[in-house]
Structures are given as C-alpha cells and as structure tokens.
C-alpha cells in the first residue's frame, strides 16, 4: 500500500495578489493610478472650462441681436484698454494691492502674539477666535456690515460719541474716497475687505513665526542689536514667505470679488461686478471673458512674485 502523501493540487493564483505584486514593484505606475482620476477630473471639468471660457473672449457680440457670434476677433482684448474699462482696472488692482498692506499690517502683530506668548488653551482660543469669522456665512457677513456703515448704523454712532466724527467727513471728502458716510464710500468698502479677508493673512504668518527659531533673536540681542534691529535684519526676513503666502488669498480673493462692490461704497464697477454684469445683465459673454484674463493675469505675475519671496514653502 502506497503510505505517501496524496499531491495537493497546485494553489490557485489571486487575482488581486498579482496585481498588488506589480504595483508594489513599480510605485511609479502606482502614482499614477492614483493621481490619474483627479487630474482628469481637473483636466476636463476645471482647465477645459476655463480654456472654453477663455475663447469665447475672442467670439463677437452683436450689440443690434444681443447674441454671440462664433467671428473670431481681438476687439474684446483691445475694448479692455479703453479708459473705462481700464479705469476699472487700476481701481480693482489698488484696491487688493491696499487691502493686501492693511491686512499684513494688522494681521502681523496678533500672529506674533499667537505664536510667541501663547500655549495650550490660549492658543486653541485665538486660533477659533480667528478662524471663527471663516465660519459664518459670507453674504451675511457682507450685509451686516453694511448696516454697520450706514448713515445711522452703529460705526458712525461710535465715532460721534468719540468726538471723531468731523475728521471722518474730512477723510470723506477726499477725493478719491468719495461718499458722505461710510456706507457710500471706498473707506468703507475698504474696511468691509479688510474684515472679510483679514483671517487669511494671521493664518500663514503665524505659521510662519512658528518656525522661528528663539535663538536667533537671543543671538542677535547678546551681539548687541536692538529689538528694532532685530525685527528688520532678523524676524521680519524669516516672516516675509508667510506674509507673501496670506498676501496671494487677500490679493486674489479681492481681486475677483463682485459682491462686497455691490453693497458697500459708491456706484462703480470692479473686475468681478463687470463680469457679472457683462455676463449676467448683457448677455456679452465675449466682454466677459476678456475681462476674466486680466486678473488671471495679474495672479500669475503676482503668483511669480510670491514664489521668489519663499510663499509656497509657508502654505
């Protein structure tokens, strides 16, 4: 009688091993599985929109039909340098680049404060206080502070009550800040961007002056250096990549915005209002999209500007 063990039948081959064994053997085809589905996605939905949108800025609009024509043209671009339009422009562009300084301004001493003299619950506090405004809703944020600056409205009952409210209509009646109460005036679309914006800036910087080695500065003071000394040659270079990094979201979100114009200071087109009215009021699609390259332009370049000054490595 045969007493050896009966052969056992060769084990089947997983299908899922097999493939799991090619992708741990080439973590680059691996990669690329994963990243293929989100950038195709970005690809098609994202690039391919924003490139068709881009196009039809160089369709025609006829003014007598109000409807576009698929006649290729440069006069949209060309429209863009006429002096209202670009009247719009240089306004939309000082008011972000304003925006971006009063921010940096206002936001570096907080976050200095954040990442220097608080710990544990302190820190946790300002970080909600901060983030806290992110939260609610942005509309509703851009409404109550037009009932702030009205004529009546608390701001204004504040400053009468402060004694400062004749310096308030000397500053209104520069020319340049236009309107008789803040409501109606770019101070007070100013203030409103400021506001909105300001948590986007005390974020980064704060991450930034995290990372700021204390050494440095007891180094820089036992050489004898001053605390102003020690801010201009030591803290403030290792803080300017998280200032550059807030300035791109203050920058670019207020250089797209077409609501706060809308309801805060005087009659008036930005960029993104003249979008939204070319768009939605006219029907000229073609204007439109001439006027969405001009801050995909100005972003690029500032982006450029930003990448030198270390901003990415801040995010």
């Not at 206002?106 to 200095?112: G, I």
């Not at 992110?134 to 701001?155: E, F, N, P, R």
């Not at 005390?202 to 991450?207: D, E, G, K, R, T």
């Not at 203050?250 to 114009?261: A, C, H, K, R």
Request: proline share 8%.
């Amino acid at each position: 009688m045969d007493m050896g063990l009966p052969d056992h039948p060769k084990a089947a081959v997983r299908p899922g091993r097999v493939i799991s064994t090619f992708l741990y053997r080439r973590p680059t085809v691996l990669l690329l599985s994963l990243l293929l589905p989100p950038l195709l996605w970005f690809g098609i939905v994202y690039v391919g929109a924003l490139l068709s949108l881009l196009w039809q800025g160089a369709y025609t609009f006829d003014d007598f039909t109000m409807t576009v024509l698929p006649d290729l043209t440069t006069a949209n671009l060309v429209a863009l340098f006429n002096p209202a339009n670009y009247d719009i422009i240089l306004r939309t562009l000082a008011m972000a680049v304003a925006v971006t300084l009063a921010s940096a301004l206002l936001a570096f001493p907080l976050a200095w404060y954040m990442a220097r003299y608080t710990s544990g619950r302190w820190k946790a506090f300002f970080y909600i206080a901060v983030m806290m405004p992110m939260w609610a809703s942005y509309i509703v944020k851009a409404y109550a502070w037009t009932l702030l600056l009205a004529h009546d409205g608390v701001m204004q009952w504040f400053l009468q009550h402060l004694g400062l409210q004749p310096a308030l209509q000397a500053v209104l009646a520069v020319p340049g800040i236009g309107g008789s109460t803040l409501s109606t005036s770019h101070l007070g679309r100013f203030l409103v961007f400021v506001y909105i914006w300001l948590p986007f800036m005390i974020l980064p910087i704060q991450a930034s002056l995290e990372r700021l080695p204390p050494s440095l500065m007891m180094a820089s003071a036992d050489l004898g250096a001053r605390p102003g000394q020690t801010f201009r040659h030591v803290v403030l270079p290792l803080a300017v990549p998280g200032i550059a990094a807030g300035s791109i979201f203050t920058f670019s979100l207020t250089l797209g915005d077409f609501i706060v114009p809308q309801l805060v200071g005087p009659p008036g087109y930005f960029i993104g209002s003249m979008v939204y009215a070319q768009q939605g009021a006219i029907g000229n699609m073609p204007m439109a999209a001439a006027f969405t390259l001009v801050p995909m332009v100005l972003i690029a370049l500032y982006l450029t500007l930003a990448k030198r000054l270390g901003a990415f490595d801040a995010l």
